[in-house]
């Protein structure tokens, strides 16, 4: 059992989503097995006077899928007791956090607050366990702080943030997670679905690494 202590309803969607895993491709569990290689290397038990696992998820924009990833793998590694993992996100320009990201968050269990709600980028914070510290969320580049300067794997979410940044400085690993935009969807009917679809499946590839994790 995980040392976690998640919000009720998020323990039961992770427990849907780990029922899932057949649903991800061979070509998809190839580039996330990589992923879990990352952070199976570079554990503390692995590594003498290691910095831990640092994962940054890029996106153009950081407003949609970086944020998605960087929340769910940081529930997934506290969820399969990987510790030492610290994940974070940033784009190629500065926007905000998006209130549809927001939204669906708030519909799987997660509970949110933003402290600066006349900003155009508002500081959210996002608590997802009852023993653990609240993620902080809002749009950056990805090479400003908080984001780590070196030794962190950038995973590229989008196809326009992997063209844009053909070479992202102090990497150890760039490696192309790509997830079709729910921005899509946006103002249509099938908008909620769209973003809830979206979050289901980052959070079920998010788990499948690292249940990959040796412990």
């Not at 399969?80 to 500065?94: A, I, L, P, Q, R």
């Not at 997660?110 to 902080?136: G, K, R």
């Not at 780590?148 to 690993?173: F, K, N, R, W």
């Not at 973003?195 to 412990?215: A, F, T």
Request: hydrophobic content about 30%; aromatic content about 8%.
């Amino acid at each position: 059992m995980p040392s976690i202590h998640l919000h009720p309803p998020i323990a039961e969607f992770i427990r849907e989503r780990v029922g899932e895993f057949d649903l991800i491709s061979p070509s998809r569990k190839s580039l996330l097995n990589q992923l879990a290689d990352y952070v199976q290397s570079n554990s503390p038990r692995n590594e003498v006077g290691g910095k831990g696992i640092q994962l940054t998820f890029l996106c153009t924009h950081n407003s949609r899928r970086s944020h998605l990833s960087q929340i769910w793998a940081k529930v997934a590694a506290d969820y399969y007791d990987v510790s030492d993992v610290t994940t974070f996100s940033g784009g190629t320009e500065t926007t905000a956090m998006n209130e549809r990201i927001v939204a669906s968050l708030e519909r799987t269990g997660f509970q949110i607050q933003s402290s600066e709600q006349t900003t155009e980028n508002p500081n959210f914070l996002v608590s997802y366990a009852d023993n653990a510290e609240p993620l902080e969320c809002f749009s950056k580049v990805y090479n400003e702080p908080p984001n780590p300067s070196e030794h962190y794997a950038a995973i590229m979410t989008c196809s326009s943030a992997d063209q844009a940044c053909p070479v992202v400085p102090g990497c150890d690993l760039r490696l192309p997670i790509r997830y079709e935009d729910p921005k899509v969807a946006d103002g249509k009917a099938n908008e909620k679905a769209t973003y809830d679809e979206r979050s289901r499946q980052i959070c079920r590839e998010m788990l499948y690494v690292m249940s990959r994790v040796r412990k």
